[in-house]
């Protein structure tokens, strides 16, 4: 499963068996036009989970509102709460993609900075 969208709130880490695990919540929006013509904008929010190595990136450099790329599966877990069993679905990520860098917002100390795109002209003679 592949998502862009952007964060909820700020991720929270914490050991769990010795490896780091992140959980945090990205927004998609979809727009589209009902029966009757009326543009409907729609957000649905995924639950992500990193592990490892993945979990101290998306900790230290992710912040509310970054735009992310979040490659993964999909896992249902069940838990107790007050005698009822649960049971929530995430997506387990193998791969996150930082798409807004430090210069949108306040940004994460140490975050490395956006790339730029060049801006440079090339003459090549043709006529379009």
Not at 26 to 35: G, L, P, R
Request: proline content about 4%; charged content about 25%; hydrophobic content about 30%.
């Amino acid at each position: 499963m592949i998502i862009v969208g952007n964060l909820g709130s700020d991720p929270e880490s914490r050991e769990a068996g010795g490896s780091t695990v992140c959980n945090f919540r990205v927004a998609t929006n979809e727009s589209y036009k009902d029966s009757t013509g009326t543009y409907v904008d729609k957000t649905e929010w995924h639950s992500v989970v990193a592990w490892g190595k993945l979990a101290e990136i998306c900790g230290t450099y992710l912040k509310k509102g970054s735009q992310v790329c979040i490659e993964g599966s999909l896992q249902t877990r069940s838990y107790e709460k007050d005698g009822v069993t649960k049971y929530t679905t995430e997506i387990k990520a193998r791969e996150m993609t930082m798409l807004s860098g430090s210069d949108s917002g306040d940004g994460a100390a140490g975050s490395p900075p956006a790339a730029k795109p060049s801006r440079e002209v090339v003459d090549t003679g043709l006529p379009f």
